[in-house]
């Protein structure tokens, strides 16, 4: 079993950045995604990578803000969040998926989490 581990997150005022931090405890070449869940929502896709680093894909209230990256040398993907609003805030899990296209819907594995708060 792969395991995920984020880090990273914090509390930031509006308009300041964080970088998240995904480390897999093992090599891999999985496409990697974030995704968040706020109090009372769901869990929603954020953003996604394949397993070289050649496309991306962003939902698009973050798509501008956010840059996911991955270096598969160091086996960790990073999700680079800049000019962060108070609709940011949330709890953003780390996942890998057995394939890019089943990667939004049913991720093989995932992060404990890590809280993200954006104060005004």
């Known amino acids: 079993q792969v395991q995920l581990v984020e880090s990273g997150g914090g509390l930031v005022q509006a308009g300041g950045s964080l970088r998240l931090t995904c480390a897999a405890s093992v090599r891999t070449f999985y496409p990697m995604g974030w995704f968040r869940q706020a109090p009372g929502k769901e869990r929603e896709f954020v953003a996604a990578?394949?397993?070289?680093?050649?496309?991306?894909d962003y939902v698009d209230s973050v798509e501008g803000r956010i840059t996911i990256s991955r270096d598969n040398a160091r086996n960790t993907v990073y999700l680079q969040m800049n000019s962060l609003i108070p609709e940011d805030t949330a709890v953003y899990y780390c996942?890998?998926?057995?394939?890019?296209?089943?990667?939004?819907?049913?991720?093989?594995?995932w992060g404990q989490g890590t809280q993200v708060t954006v104060s005004s």
């Open positions: 990578i394949n397993s070289v680093g050649g496309r991306f």
């Open positions: 996942a890998a998926g057995l394939a890019y296209t089943s990667l939004l819907n049913k991720p093989a594995y």
